[in-house]
């Protein structure tokens, strides 16, 4: 745990409430201070939702600290229970409320004795771990929970008869998780897969006692979705494929893996028609990576960083699909380090695991790619430096939440990601254009780190040399000159600095 003024992953009670605020008819109630209750607005916003978001703060107020959180905790819960009549009510604290170290599993037990409704206590360690493992960590309990009480009341059904499947991990705020998931539903559908169960987005807790029907499950995105998986399997002998259909290499990829595995089981199928017929026809992407278009864009440099999936799937998808070199890549989970530095081996130069966006931000003015594919906090950074960056994962602003029809996983994503990384690096010339057709061009390039120190000066005919460089190369241009100027210990950038530093670099 540590203060920061920005995050890539929140704290952990927003993962527990983008799990519960999933389902169909399960109400979180949240025990924490006003300031810790802007998860309502925060999902209103970006989901963009009609039903309002079903989690209540029960506010821990002086009142709270002189009396106890007792009374007040389980009459919310019980008046919820009689307003709302969920299936299950889950109560998390805070990182701020926890400091309390009150017995809310107690709170939980009495409460349960009034209401209709099951109760859950969210049991994640708030001080240990961040929103991406409470969301895993919480799917999974409340899975256990309804297969541990299926199985006491001997309710569980048997396996279907054709080929079926759950997919696991389709959650609130997830990036373009709503697209992936219709995307996959479409592709298991033309692969002739049933789909069994589809957690937790949407989903009635009561029907979870349904997932042993299932021949397999899938788990799309790491984050959120594999301890359940590993649960099914191992109370129910349950394989699972956790293989990211995303760009065309790891698509086929994925489903060849689905083939091997429902003939494992005793279906006899053969998906290569349709792998072939999908790249060829229904993907743009693979003609595009053959075209002068993408041909341009081979030996250009970018770096990529974002969550596990997202980034270790878009480094590949660069490197084998479209011969861009990456000189970086990374992910700020790093409790997901080693699996994360096998997938990316041998398609990058360097691999960063950090959490710190002072940091990334400094590698990214240091190496000074053509584009930049990362989060939001990289779309950030990537302005200040005049670096176009495509946004690729989570964490997200609204524009990543866009209305119409754009999936990143199936054959479908890899046309939104050729578009993606297509448009990423040609609107780098934009300013190149502006200049020609009589534009204007206000933006200033950064020094060398974006939490580098003072800035150099330059003098008159220098300023006026640089103002005669296309935009879109001018920023570098200046980067590359107060590098060498702070090298050479120059305080003052002057023509003649100028012209040593092009030489130098030229040589």
Known sequence: MKLAYWMYAGPAHIGTLRVASSFKNVHAIMHAPLGDDYFNVMRSMLERDRDFTPVTASVVDRHVLARGSQEKVVENITRKDREEKPDLVILTPTCTSSILQEDLQNFVSRASIETEADVLLADVNHYRVNELQASDRTLEQIV??????????????????????????????????????????????????????????????????????????????????????????????????????MGIVQTATSIRSIEKLVNALGANVNYEK?????????????????????????????????????AAAMTRILHQEMGIHVAWC????????????????????????????GL???????????????????????KRLNIP???????????????????????????????????????????????????HDTTEALSIGISAGESLNWSDEAQKELSKIPGFVRGKVKRNTEKFARDCSRNLITLEVMYEAKEKISS
């Not at 957690?199 to 029907?213: Q, R, T």
């Not at 990334?360 to 990537?382: C, N, S, V, W, Y």
């Not at 780098?428 to 009589?438: A, Q």
């Open 360 to 382: 990334i931000g400094d590698l990214i003015a240091k190496t000074e790619p053509a584009a930049i594919f990362g989060t939001q906090m990289e779309r950030h950074i990537g």
């Open 330 to 357: 990374g992910t700020y989970c790093k409790y997901d380090e080693e699996w994360f530095r096998e997938q990316v081996k041998g398609f990058c130069d360097e691999v960063i695991i950090s959490d710190d966006h």
């Open 274 to 310: 349709y792998i072939d017929e999908q790249t060829r026809f229904i993907s743009q992407s693979a003609w595009f990576s053959r075209s002068i278009d993408c041909q341009n864009l081979t030996g250009k440099k970018a770096i990529v960083f974002g969550d596990s999936t997202h």
């Open 144 to 245: 256990t929970f309804y297969m541990e009480k299926a199985k006491c009341n001997n309710i569980l059904t048997k396996k279907t008869i054709k080929p079926s499947v759950n997919i696991i991990g389709a959650v609130s705020l997830g990036f373009h998780n709503q697209h992936d998931i219709s995307e996959l539903k479409r592709l298991f559908q033309d692969l002739d897969i049933q789909i069994n169960q589809v957690i937790p987005e949407n989903a009635s807790v009561h029907d979870l006692k349904k997932l042993p029907s299932a021949w397999f499950n899938f788990v799309p995105y790491r984050e959120t979705g594999l301890m359940t998986a590993l649960y099914l399997k191992k109370e129910f002998n349950m394989p699972y494929i956790d293989i990211t259909p």
């Open 389 to 439: 960056c495509g946004v690729i994962s989570s964490p997200v602003h609204i524009q990543n939440f866009p209305l119409s029809y754009r999936p990143f996983l199936g054959y479908e994503g890899t046309n939104q990601i050729a578009d993606l990384v297509y448009n990423s690096f040609t609107l780098g010339m934009e300013d190149h254009l502006l200049e020609i057709f009589g534009g």
